[in-house]
């Protein structure tokens, strides 16, 4: 009898192992400078949450959450547009529970001073 191995029977060839799974779903993060920083964010959403709400306003190439700061996260996004279409969609709705608030961070519109 040969020893059956489950390692083969799952999917993806050999050249896919050690890649991500979240890879193929999300693609590879592209950084941008259309930035949207999230505040008040719940410490149960993660980036991938944060980016498939975002999803809505427009092409989201980047998304993180509680990475420099606990409850807020940071989105980048393929064009300008989506950014303000983020702020007047997504700005003071509601996200696992918690109202969020989005502020424009990227390089044209930087209305916020740290």
Known sequence: RRSRS?????????RDRGRPVWLDKYGPPTRTDNRVIVENLSS????????DFMRSAGEVTYADAHKSRRNEGVVEF?????????????????????????????????????
């Not at 149960?44 to 980016?51: F, G, H, I, M, T």
């Not at 393929?78 to 696992?96: C, G, H, M, P, S």
């Open 6 to 14: 489950r390692s083969r029977d799952r999917r993806g060839s050999d």
């Open 44 to 51: 149960r959403v993660s980036w991938q949450d944060l980016k």
């Open 78 to 114: 393929a064009r300008y547009e989506d950014v303000q279409n983020a702020i007047d969609k997504l700005d003071d709705t509601e996200l696992n529970g918690r109202r969020i608030k989005i502020i424009d961070d990227s390089r044209k519109g930087r209305k916020r001073s740290r």
